[in-house]
Nanobody, 123 residues
Framework: QVRLEEYGGGLVQAGGSLRLSCTIS????????AGWFRQAPKKERELVAT????????YYADSGMGRFTISRDNVKNMVWLQMDSLKPEDTAVYYC????????????????WGQGTQVTVSS
């Protein structure tokens, strides 16, 4: 069983930064990818970024390109999302995800989801 727990969300002013953290509880060598999704009010959930668990290759969707940075520590089983130059439109619930199947780095299919953490960016 894989469990994910996110933390680090909160309220930040536009232009500020926030770092989301996620702890992944899983047996060794079972995770292939991790990533972050987000869902804004009245919008569909969208991929932000993914990272290969072994080689740390990364993929950024349009929503995460340029201002967000995903990273991981595959010994501590943690993944982070550094968000800079935040905008009000980044306001959303952010979800940590993990996958125990071998898929493309850009695949939006993930097996495990966290409960989400709220990020609110004020103007």
């Amino acid at each position: 069983q894989v469990r994910l727990e996110e933390y680090g969300g909160g309220l930040v002013q536009a232009g500020g930064s926030l770092r989301l953290s996620c702890t992944i509880s899983a047996r060794p060598y079972t995770i292939y990818r991790a990533g972050w999704f987000r869902q804004a009010p009245k919008k569909e959930r969208e991929l932000v970024a993914t990272i290969d668990w072994r080689f740390a290759n990364t993929y950024y969707a349009d929503s995460g390109m340029g201002r967000f940075t995903i990273s991981r520590d595959n010994v501590k089983n943690m993944v982070w999302l550094q968000m800079d130059s935040l905008k009000p439109e980044d306001t959303a619930v952010y979800y940590c995800v993990a996958d125990d199947n071998l898929r493309s780095i850009s695949s939006t299919t993930f097996t495990y989801w966290g409960q989400g953490t709220q990020v609110t960016v004020s103007s």
